[in-house]
């Protein structure tokens, strides 16, 4: 059953509307007609089925037939803070970190970023709708977003709001998210009271020492993704399937 995403406020009481370019892909690729069933998700988790009311180059409209429970979501809330890539990398990021069930992207100017780059990054709305494609393609309950670029510092003041903050490092050895995970099993630590998770990667320069050297001071985890050295467009995806793995439904029932 096809799935489509429209803003809340487009959904009142037993109507809803669908707006945008999913209307012409309605009309002139899947020839949806009145009467067929599809699913409406409002962009935050909640699901209706609905049938097709009636069809226009404007809009489509649709009668709310129920809420659908249940949800394709992670046990586990995933933000990704990526040092700003080079070229268009950040679209790859997007792409399959959504469909890997990152839950936002925070972008992050860190000591080796270039500055210039910043600015490529103050208009989200493409990146944006990389998230939302790639939503619609892997049945996400939500549309993950990407938010405007943030300063290292900023980093750092949230990693106390955060259940665990992780960061991948050449130069860590040893100490891997399957260290990390039976080390907090003998800590006693409930890993279901885990939440919120985020992972920091740095740009292709990587980072600083003084910049892990702050992290470690609040409290977060200096990992190693294995021997081999993972590009900035690698090093996420690796580290959120490995947490989807262990914490959440990637690996089954912990």
Request: glycine share 8%.
């Amino acid at each position: 059953m096809h799935k489509f995403f429209t803003a809340k406020e487009l959904i009142n009481e037993n109507v809803g509307k669908i707006i945008g370019d999913d209307v012409k892909h309605i009309m002139k690729v899947l020839r949806l007609t009145s009467g067929e069933e599809v699913v409406l998700n409002n962009c935050e988790g909640t699901e209706y089925l609905a049938t097709i009311n009636s069809v226009n180059k404007q809009e489509v409209t649709l009668n709310i037939i129920k809420t659908i429970e249940g949800s394709n979501e992670s046990d586990i809330k995933i933000t990704l803070y990526q040092g700003l890539p080079k070229s268009q990398k950040m679209d790859l990021i997007v792409q399959k970190g959504t469909e890997l069930g990152v839950y936002e992207f925070k972008p992050v100017i860190t000591s080796r970023v270039d500055v210039k780059l910043k600015g490529e990054f103050k208009k989200l709305d493409r990146l944006n709708r990389i998230s939302l494609e790639a939503a619609k393609q892997s049945k996400r309950s939500i549309v993950p977003k990407v938010l405007e670029p943030m300063d290292f510092n900023d980093v750092l003041e949230e990693i106390d709001t955060l259940d665990l903050m992780l960061v991948p490092y050449e130069n860590a050895e040893g100490f891997g998210i399957k260290t990390l995970i039976n080390n907090l099993r003998k800590d006693n630590i409930n890993l279901r009271d885990i939440k919120t998770v985020g992972i920091l990667v740095g740009p292709e320069g990587g980072f600083e020492e003084e910049e892990i050297v702050k992290l470690k001071d609040k409290g977060a985890h200096i990992i190693t993704l294995g021997k081999r050295i993972l590009r900035t467009e690698t090093a996420g995806f690796v580290a959120a399937s490995l947490i989807q793995y262990e914490l959440s439904d990637l690996g089954g029932v912990i």
